[in-house]
């Protein structure tokens, strides 16, 4: 007797970022080919998307259009998290495990970073994430090894003549999470946690994000424990109309 083969589950990206960021604006523009008016969210959201024909998923760079493997490498979900503060737990509770994530996408306004309050809270989330990542990546027992899990920071919001460029959201974020960094382990010494024991340091150290040295953070840091961190600019709505094509482009390399 034969068995019908199971579909494996879809590759999914996961959309992480503060509130108002444009999560799940970018999630309708992905699904729909346009965006549609959005709420704050409260609960998660998971939707089936499909990359457009003018991308190619590098697994199938090598197949032709009309391939069944083609068109089958084209098909995705995403998966929409609230950034309210104290709804986090839904994005983060997914980084504890991540079997099918092939990727997340951290939704950035452009904007919002401009300014210390706006750069200060996304710093905060993007380094408990990170940090999450890179536990995940050290923690890892199983003899295959923890598998890479890419990280696409989405400077959204460019439409506005406030928003930061790319590269200085990239600088920006950098020095910020550099200062988390030093917050949360002086915090640690302040309460007293990993201090004065056996384990002196080691809390410490399993709490410091990126590599042991003292100098600035930098997202090439990540690579040592798996993720790829790459920064790209878009924006979602806008006069102009959108302009998702850069995350399109890095979506389709990790299909
Ligand atoms: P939470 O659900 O609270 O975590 O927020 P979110 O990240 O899902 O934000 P959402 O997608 O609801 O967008 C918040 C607001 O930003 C909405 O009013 C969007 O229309 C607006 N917005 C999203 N993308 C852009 C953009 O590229 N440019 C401009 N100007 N506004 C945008
Ligand atoms: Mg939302």
Known sequence: ?????????????????????????????????SPIPTHTSTSPLSVQALLPEEYVPSSASYRSPGDPAFER??????????????LRH????????????????????????????GLNETAEYMHDVL???????TGNRTSKG??????????????LFTALPPHLVKIS?????????KSRVKGMKDSGVGVDGADEGLGEEKEWLGDGGEGVFEFG??????????????????GQGSDVKDWWEW???QL
């Not at 590759?11 to 523009?29: E, H, N, Q, V, W």
């Not at 974020?173 to 960094?181: F, G, P, S």
Request: zero cysteines.
């Open 1 to 33: 007797l034969y068995r019908i083969k199971t579909p494996t589950s879809l590759p999914t990206f996961l959309l992480i970022g503060p509130s108002a960021a444009g999560k799940t604006a970018l999630l309708t523009a992905l699904e729909r080919g």
């Open 73 to 86: 490498a084209r098909r995705f979900v995403l998966y929409d998290t609230p950034g309210h503060g104290k």
């Open 90 to 117: 839904f994005a983060t509770t997914q980084l504890v495990n991540p079997t099918n994530i092939q990727g997340i996408i951290f939704v950035v306004d452009a904007a919002a970073v401009a300014e210390d309050v």
């Open 131 to 137: 940090l999450a990542l890179q536990k995940r990546y």
């Open 146 to 159: 923890p598998k890479e899990i890419p990280l696409l920071i989405a400077a959204n919001k460019l439409d």
């Open 173 to 181: 974020l950098e020095k910020a999470i550099t200062e988390v960094r």
């Open 221 to 238: 840091q990540m690579e040592e424990v798996g993720t790829n961190v790459s920064v790209r600019g878009g924006n979602v709505v806008g």
């Open 251 to 253: 979506i389709a390399e």
